[in-house]
């Protein structure tokens, strides 16, 4: 089992930053994908970047590249999420989650394990 929890979200403003973390416990990640996952008010959850074991496969969703960087530090079983740029269309809970593939699959139906969310609201 793998307990997953966000952290760092917020309330800000158009253009500011934000850095979320996402701690995993209970059994190491090391060799597992992770990614960020988000959801918005009324809308499915949608991808938003992964990350495979070794850091060195990154993938983003159209609408946050360029502005978003995912990273992870095995030796800390964390994941990060910094967030640039933020815009009112970025609003939503943010989700990590871990699958067992060592590719990421960037598909919600592949992830074994979810953390709870944490809200980041970015006002214009």
């Known amino acids: 089992q793998v307990q997953l929890v966000e952290s760092g979200g917020g309330l800000v403003q158009t253009g500011d930053s934000l850095r979320l973390s996402c701690a995993a416990s209970?059994?190491?990640?090391?060799?597992?994908?992770m990614g960020w996952f988000r959801q918005a008010p009324g809308k499915e959850r949608e991808f938003v970047a992964a990350?495979?074991?070794?850091?060195?496969?990154?993938y983003y969703s159209d609408s946050v590249k360029g502005r978003f960087i995912i990273s992870r530090d095995n030796a800390k079983n964390t994941m990060y999420l910094q967030m640039n740029a933020l815009k009112p269309e970025d609003t939503a809970v943010y989700y990590c989650?871990?699958?067992?593939?060592?590719?990421?699959?960037?598909?919600?139906?592949?992830?074994?394990?979810w953390g709870k969310g944490t809200l980041v609201t970015v006002s214009s």
């Open positions: 989650a871990v699958e067992s593939s060592s590719t990421p699959t960037r598909n919600i139906q592949s992830m074994d394990y």
């Open positions: 209970g059994r190491t990640v090391r060799t597992s994908s």
């Open positions: 990350i495979n074991w070794n850091g060195l496969m990154l």
